[in-house]
């Protein structure tokens, strides 16, 4: 083990990682808060238990969990991720996306689209 590595019980964390980065859940039973959504039998813990992803707007403060969210529930659905930011990107950028989400047909493909409110009716 390296001095950049921090043992925690079962696992290792990365100390050159962002804390965020090393403190956010790994799973949808470590997700805090929005039992009543997530918790056994809920709506999007069956989603995702179903392997089953919708299109939805996930609003709220910053830092509060909301990319957290989405990523945790793509992943439990075994769905490909593909991130892109409103604030960087433009139509290229999600039609690239689009590109290669068609390469994987096999896979659902999830288009999360951070600060989606900044795209405008141009775009």
Known sequence: MSQTEIPL????????????ARMRPSDLN???????????????????????VHSMILWGPPGTGKTTLAKLLVEAAGARWISISAVL????????????????????????????HRFNKAQ
């Open 9 to 20: 019980g079962d696992v290792t964390l990365n100390a050159a990682m962002p804390l965020a």
């Open 30 to 52: 470590e997700f805090e808060g929005q039992r009543h959504l997530l918790g056994r039998g809920r709506p999007l813990a069956e989603l995702a238990d179903a392997g089953i």
């Open 89 to 116: 990107a433009g139509v290229k950028d999600v039609r690239r996306a689009i590109d290669d989400a068609e390469l994987h047909p096999d896979r659902q493909t999830v288009l999360f689209v951070d600060e989606v």
